[in-house]
């Protein structure tokens, strides 16, 4: 994605302003999910996404997403419980929910056989979208991701990068006003992960709202404002992305020493592990003083030459979650 | 925004007017169809070619070989009498051929998300692909009597029951194929029903012979066969002769089509096969 593309300015992090009038642009309500093999993947899953949101739903694998996820999308049916996209309920108004939507699903699921052009034209059809409207927007979208250089080619040649892009160019097909990104970036390199980021930001940036699934924490961190975490198919959590990174009151570091021959120093507060002969790592509460270790450390011959932080401040606060059931403050 | 569907209210709750959605499903319905038509026409040496290969095998064997020794049936030469027969089997088998390959595919390829996630109604998804078989099975028909024109000469007798007659079957087998499309777990479960019914079917159908010529009982198992029917009324539109009247044949046809529109139907929207 070049630099200076249209769709490249990020999405301001603040609050939503949400006019009191304003339906949500997801509300679900109990939702339920017990499959013909009596597995419960929904145990009455609540929630409320705000128009224009970009909001992270985690959880790790069988937590219930990709059931949620399917329902939203029509792919599931529910077993009891309702879900309501911009006021329309899934059971009511399913093709004016489906109208609503955009889904980029965690599967490659487009007909490799045809091409990228055919593909996102095909698909504005099933959408009522006129074929001359279509065209334009197929180019405009392809073009966007940068793929229009593949347009026309079968799709079973492209990568593996190449072939997320078209998913996102595709469910942008029918332009909807809520889009639903199911581990969109999984299995893609950093480069191409970093321009599909800036993209759909730029699509939040114009109002629509995105709902993300991700394996990969920082990408949640660095991108949505909100976020849910589901697990055993319920919510664990649901709030902002700052005020639960607030509740994180614990760090970790890694410290790369010099020095370190004999017994760790006992320092007060700060749990010390060896890792090698050249790595500590440090985990202290996240008022701690950090000047306080280092002078610990020079006071026991030991040299930091350099540190990092041991894991992603979102990904520590999930562990916790899915591990124990939720911490509250 | 031009073109599209969408027309929020102020509040941010979406509404759409009937009109919008009639004109929406039209546009969605000529988009499946034409989807359809392209793949076939995108395969023709799987779709077009090998009918034609087989049924010039049928007449060289059956009407030349065979039925120089056979002599007249009803009044015409074997060839003439077994050339409607065989029009219509070709056209129910590459309609049922081709809605259960394009359906069940899209199934095994997971593709089919794209039409469940849409804003389609059920009927739209089922006539489009019923189109698009429905056209195979059509072009297969004209490829066909084509052949049989280098073989004999033929004088449409009835064009307005031979042209709602192939429509007729040719919808039939589609909504039947659609059906077992759904239902199909592997790429044996769209082979199954071909080989163990509808081969059979069509060949006790009355496509080589005439069904009077049967004794009682069979003469009477075979009137429950549909395919019978098909071929007779598709043989009276040609030749002006039939087994059956014709307007039972309508008749059954039509009570075939219904059931099997309304039971596919009410598999799609319960998501049989398709949906968790």
Redesign the interface.
Known sequence: MPADSALSQPASRGPIATPAREVPALEVVDLRKTYASGVQALKGVSLAVAQGDFFALLGPNGAGKSTLIGILSSLVNPTSGDARVFGLSIHADRGGVMRQIGLVPQEINFNQFETPFEICVNVAGFYGIPRVTARVRAEKYLKELRIWDKAHQATRMMSGGMKRRLMIARAMMNEPRLLILDEPTAGVDIEIRRSMWQFITGINAAGTTVILTTHYLEEAEQLCRNIAIIDHGGIVENTSMRHLLSKLDVQSFVLDVTGLDGQLPRLDGVTLTRRDAQTLEAEMPSTHNLNALFAGLTASGITVTSMRTKTNRLEQLFMRLVEHDGIRP | ??????E?L???????PRA??T???L??L???T??EVHRML?IWTQTLVPPAITMTLYFVIFGKVIGSRVGEMQGFTYMQYIVPGLVMMSIINNCYANITSSFFG?KF???V?????????SWVVLTGYVAGAVTRGLLVGVIVLGIALFFTSLHIAHPFVALTTVVLGATIFSLAGFINAMFAKRFDDIAIVPTFVLAPLTYLGGVFYSVNMLGSPWREVSLANPILYMVNAFRYGILGVGDVPVWTAYAVMLAFAIGLALVALWLLHR?VGL??
């Not at chain 2, 925004?1 to 969408?6: A, E, F, H, N, Y």
């Open positions: 925004m031009s073109g599209d569907v969408r929020p102020a509040a941010g709750v979406a509404t759409y919008t959605r004109r929406a499903n546009v969605a000529g988009t499946i034409r989807r995108r899209s390829g997971r593709y998300e794209e039409l469940l996630a849409s804003p389609m109604p998501g949906r968790s």
